[in-house]
């Protein structure tokens, strides 16, 4: 078994990690304040091509797609289909492989889903080179050690801090715009979400 054969296996192994996460608060709360940041500073204007990584249920895309954005979103979970038949673009691709044009992207929005990369210096890496010069990456992730355990999560394969999520960002070539955190309360306790909004 060659290497490209041993990751192919062990890719395909963690698709078997992959389930629905529905809608719930404070994603929906969130996701609709940072895109209406995103429209109201100018970073995102009607017909540029946004791509949504680990797009679920279709939350951002129906968003984007109201501000009149050319937005198209990625999956391996089952909701796929489901965003089809709404009329949503959704391809089924692996956000560490994208089948996309190099320097195609104005922005990519990756909401909680670059946790469950394999690699992140990897899937970075290629989400960079998919982006126009001058693009736009927001990246939010679950902040580790807080009530929650997200780092316990079956398919969370890295929930690292802020210094270590700014240095991947730094070895890939982004530079960090601005930075939020999103804390609030759950019935576990007190939780925590980390944004990043960088460029390329």
Not at 153 to 169: A, C, D, E, K, T
């Amino acid at each position: 078994m060659n290497d490209y054969t041993t990751l192919d296996v062990f890719l395909e192994q963690l698709r078997t990690d992959i389930y629905p996460e529905p809608v719930s608060e404070p994603h929906g709360i969130i996701t609709s304040r940072m895109i209406a940041q995103l429209v109201k500073t100018g970073i995102i204007t009607p017909g540029q091509r946004v791509l949504d990584v680990g797009c679920g249920s279709g939350l951002a895309l129906e968003a984007f797609v109201r501000h009149g954005i050319d937005a198209v979103g990625i999956t391996l979970g089952p909701e796929a289909q489901a965003c089809r038949e709404r009329g949503l673009d959704v391809r089924e691709m692996d956000f560490s492989f994208l089948d996309f044009d190099h320097s195609y992207f104005h922005l990519i929005w990756c909401r909680h889903a670059l946790e469950h990369s394999f690699s992140p210096l990897f899937t970075l890496h290629g989400f960079h080179k998919k982006l126009i010069q001058g693009g736009w990456l927001y990246v939010e992730v679950p902040a580790p050690d807080t009530s929650c355990h997200h780092e316990t999560n079956p398919n969370h394969y890295y929930v690292l801090g802020r210094s270590m999520w700014q240095s991947l960002f730094h070895k890939t070539g982004f530079h960090l715009e601005w930075k939020v955190e999103f804390p609030f309360d759950t019935v576990s306790g007190p939780d925590l979400y980390l944004g990043f909004l960088l460029r390329k």
